[in-house]
């Protein structure tokens, strides 16, 4: 009997609830369908049926999934459980679940099931599946293990069968979904067939056409191809993903995988820098008492602290009922007594800054600020870049000094031992002028221990401050800091930045929790490659020292040991009492100006040794004439020229009356120049310009451009002199706008919001250039007369290229002194020997004594590099030690299984990186650098 359509029956929308029975057809056909696969025949269910079967409801659910973490936190401890549990295996090792042989030491991690098998039981039934990652008992914990290492084979070119022409197999690295595998393959060789078409018919793809080492499976191509084209992710944090799926301690080849070393790490504790002194730790708890006075610095703990601002949360229009999962002993101070904290102080006013206009300082006030919760965050680094644990804070309303209080007290209050913590803060100079102030007004479980704290400016930062602040606050003259350069907090933010854009729309919750989440990866990444860091600053300090030692013995032998050794002591005084002048700067910059040398040519009163009939009267004369003839030659090439190009290109009437005034008086003072000029200097001058010429075109015959005889010597010497002082003061002036444009340019690109600010950097960033480019002509015609002039020029002078007065070349310097790498930068910021361009001993004394005390300086951190890295090797081998010894015990006092297990695997863990670091201590005690 042919089937009947049936009427469909439609839900109702109005009482929301459908009369559909269970097994119905969702297809559109009406006709119903029985579990058991057969269309029935009849018209449908009766009355009573019907009345039996319950209604399917389509109400929308009020829970969220806020109510569901809820419920998951009440089985967190249970969970956590039930993951270490898979360390050990319910039935133990002692049979395998196949054949149950006692040989079964083998767990598949891909398999369903996590049945315990023997070598021979795993090699069959994966001999199909050579993507599956294995686990070996090792009598205390699982290792990893792979197939190829058990002795699986995997044969192409017969549908997995081994070819009749077995030549044996070769080892293939093959990257798949979960990381890389090593495969031994065996190739078909009766077809002739080429490997890599043989890899590529097996669905894989090679990465050379001759001898393949690697190769990728097609769906790790597929899933790479769609990774690309959502995530818009590039090959190598493809790569290096996968390198951290397949293990994430150390190289590939180590027995360790899955996140923090383990497979089953049951919310991971915040970690710590493995190389920073620890009491307890790493070193006693009472170092103190064995320590020399002379070796506390090494004891010295860091603390770089920045505000970032784009780490914010947008405001909700709802109260989050979200959970936080990283409750205490995460990166974020505890909320609740920051919240408190804030509302004793929020009031307080910001004191205003009288050095340098931060963002720190000056966005209290922002208007964006409006539309977030929280503007940011504040918090800080170690020297080795790890995020402190309990030092982050949210900001509001800007950079406060009391989140920054807050923050730094939860630091200190966890380095308990420890008694002089250097801290770097790009706003050091104006932060801790009220610091003891706020700090007395903190909580009491906030007070910190009694401890020396030393206040810094990171190097990049230190330009755009005073020059009082420069030298204060430097790296480079403090003692017992080392080579560090107060910028690591700046480099763990930008690695953090693209997070912003995904948690400002988080909950509170959610986005602390994701925070904290990252930042103890991050501090995981420093953790196991602590060693690397070490070994390369130990390499770079020890090439370093050698430099600076050839360059400081070379000083010390020029100048005179007696005098050096009364500028040693001079820096010993200072750095006990930084008062008054710095020692490391020229005072004022002392160097002699233009004025100064005209004033000292143009004196009535000089007598002249062994020439008492000589008449001095001449020589001012000279001196005013050449001098005025510079000012006339600056005029003509560098203002009135550039200001007729302008007008030329322009239709203003008003500027072509200007341009012809500024004409007229430069001729009149040309003529009148000319006119008074001393007697005899123009007698083999002719002059044959053209009466219609135009001034800016005239020729000046100043004594450079004139061939004079032994009876004028003096005119080139007292020109020789003007032009030196002349180009030094361009070169003072260049240097100045450098510096300007650079923090102009960081102000653009960090502050600036909206068409009108851009609109006003623009305009003052063209008058910078426009200067930099004016003093720059005039610096090249005064060298140039210098040429011209012949004789002895100062080495500090050189030719100027327009790469030379580029702020590029700013950061390039500013970059030699943050790192202290041998980079090559423009020679007008290297420190000059000026004593060849200026009249008197004292003069040539100051800047041998900068130069000399500068050098003594670097060299000096150098050496401190030096033994604060090492110190620093003994402390991450002591943290790993106690590392392995904590989770030693663990393993002592587990009451399960899988417990023990785990814990003797995070022992294998530090005890391998301990050894590590040991054999590299070893290996410089050979070579014998320590």
């Known amino acids: 009997m042919p089937l009947r359509k049936k009427r469909r029956i439609r839900s109702s929308r109005k009482n929301n609830h459908s009369n559909l029975t269970e097994g119905s057809d969702d297809r559109g056909s009406g006709a119903l369908y029985e579990p058991g696969g057969m269309w029935m025949l009849d018209d449908g269910p ?16 009020t829970r969220t999934q806020n109510h569901y973490l809820a419920e998951w936190l009440q089985h967190e401890a249970l969970y956590a459980k039930l993951l270490v549990d898979q360390e050990f295996p319910a039935g133990g090792f002692d049979y395998c679940s196949t054949c149950q042989s006692r040989d079964a030491i083998f767990l598949c991690s891909s398999c369903h099931g996590n049945l315990q098998k023997c070598r021979n039981c795993m090699i069959s039934s994966h001999t199909h599946l050579p993507f599956h990652r294995l686990r070996k008992w090792n009598g205390r914990y699982l290792e990893d293990a792979s197939l190829a290492s058990v002795g699986l084979v995997t044969y192409l070119g017969h549908s997995g069968s081994q070819c009749t022409e077995n030549r044996g197999f070769i080892s293939l690295c093959v990257l798949h979904l979960d990381g890389f595998h090593t495969l031994s393959v065996n190739f078909c060789h009766c077809l002739s067939i080429p490997y890599h078409i043989q890899l590529f018919q097996s669905r894989l793809f090679p990465s050379s056409f001759q001898s393949p080492q690697t190769a990728f499976t097609f769906d790790l191509l597929a899933q790479f191809r769609i990774h690309h084209l959502e995530e818009k992710g590039s090959a190598y944090t493809y790569i290096r993903s996968l390198c951290r799926l397949t293990n994430d301690v150390g190289p590939i080849d180590t027995p360790h995988t899955g996140a923090y070393g383990s497979t089953a790490m049951p919310l991971p504790p915040t970690i710590s820098c493995p190389a920073c002194p620890t009491p307890g730790v790493n070193v006693p708890i009472n170092w103190e008492e064995n320590c020399p006075v002379n070796e ?13 601002f784009r780490l914010v949360s947008q405001k909700k229009g709802w109260k989050s009922s979200d959970h936080l999962l990283w409750s205490a002993g995460g990166f974020f101070a505890n909320f609740e007594e920051y919240k408190a ?77 420890i008694s002089d913590v250097a801290i770097s803060y790009d706003i050091a100079c104006q932060y801790k002028k009220r610091f003891n102030d706020r700090f007395a007004r903190l909580p009491h479980i906030l007070q910190p221990f009694p401890m020396s704290l030393t206040w810094l400016v990171p190097k990049f930062h230190l330009i755009s401050h005073q020059a009082k602040c420069q030298v204060k606050y430097s790296f480079n003259y403090c003692p017992g800091v080392g080579r560090t350069d107060g910028e690591a907090i700046e480099r763990f933010w930008s690695a953090h930045n693209i997070l912003g854009s995904s948690t400002k729309r988080m909950t509170p919750e959610s986005r602390m929790d994701t925070l904290n989440f990252h930042f103890n990866d ?23 020292i050698g430099q600076h030692e050839e360059l400081f013995t070379g000083l010390c032998e020029g100048i005179g040991h007696e005098q050096c050794q009364e500028w040693i002591v001079m820096e010993e005084q200072y750095q006990h009492a930084p008062e008054g002048p710095s020692i490391y700067h020229i005072a004022e910059d002392q160097a002699p100006t233009r004025a100064e040398i005209l004033r000292g040519l143009t004196r009535f009163d000089l007598a002249v040794e062994n020439e008492p ?83 800016e075109d005239m020729f000046l015959p100043l004594p450079s451009t004139l061939v004079i005889g032994n009876d004028h010597e003096q005119a080139w010497d007292t020109e020789r002199q003007l032009r030196k002082s002349h180009a030094f003061d361009c070169l003072k002036t260049i240097r100045k706008r450098l510096i300007e444009k650079l923090a102009l340019q960081r102000e653009q690109r960090l502050h600036n919001r909206g ?15 426009h200067d930099i480019a004016f003093h720059a002509g005039q610096y090249r015609t005064s060298f140039a007369a210098l040429q011209r002039l012949g004789g002895n020029i100062p080495n500090a002078l050189r030719h100027l ?38 009249a008197g001993n004292n003069w040539i004394r100051e800047v041998l004594r900068v130069q000399f005390l500068n050098a003594k300086a670097n060299f000096d951190r150098w050496r401190e590099e030096k033994e604060l890295v090492w110190a620093e090797f003994k402390y991450t081998r002591g943290t790993f030690l106690h590392l392995a010894h904590y989770w030693s015990q663990r393993a002592v006092e587990a009451d399960f299984p899988g417990a023990q297990a785990h814990a003797c695997a995070m022992e294998a863990l530090y005890t391998e990186l301990g050894q590590d670091i040991q054999h590299t201590i070893e290996h410089y005690v050979r070579r014998g650098v320590i």
């Not at 060693?531 to 770079?540: A, H, M, N």
């Not at 007008?647 to 009148?672: P, S, T």
């Open 46 to 61: 009766d009355a009573s049926e019907a009345a039996s079967i319950p209604p399917i409801r389509n109400s929308r659910s």
């Open 296 to 308: 506390k610095w090494k004891f010295r703990r860091f603390l770089h602290v920045d505000g970032n």
């Open 341 to 417: 904290y804030l509302g004793q102080v929020d009031a307080q006013p910001q004191e205003k800054s009288d050095c340098s206009d931060y963002r720190a300082t000056s966005t209290i006030s922002r208007t964006r600020f409006g539309q977030l919760e929280v503007t940011g965050v504040v918090g800080a680094v170690c020297r080795h870049e790890c995020a402190v644990p309990n030092g982050f804070v949210d900001l509001h309303h800007g950079e406060r000094y009391a989140s920054t209080d807050f923050a730094i007290a939860n630091m200190l209050q966890g380095m308990n031992g």
């Open 522 to 544: 991050w501090n995981w990444q420093k953790l196991r490659r602590m060693g690397s860091l070490l070994s390369d600053r130990l390499e770079v300090s020890l090439e370093m």
């Open 613 to 695: 009939g000589e008449d001095i009267q001449g020589n001012p004369a000279l001196v005013f004439w050449v001098n005025d003839g510079i000012d006339i030659e600056e005029t003509q090439r560098h203002r009135v020229r550039v200001r007729a190009r302008t007008v030329n290109q322009g239709d203003m009437d008003i500027e072509r009356v200007r341009l012809n005034r500024q004409r007229a008086n430069l001729r009149g003072r040309i003529v009148a120049w000319l006119a008074n000029a001393p007697d005899g200097l123009l007698d083999d001058y002719e002059d044959n310009q053209p009466d219609i010429q135009l001034p």
């Open 755 to 769: 068409q009108a600010a851009a609109n006003r950097s623009s305009a003052a960033m063209k008058q910078i250039d």
């Open 801 to 838: 290229e327009d790469a030379d007065v580029s702020a590029t070349n700013v950061i390039d310097y500013m970059d030699v002194l943050g790192h202290g790498y041998d980079v090559t930068v423009s020679w007008i910021w290297q420190q000059a020997r000026l004593g060849e361009q200026v």
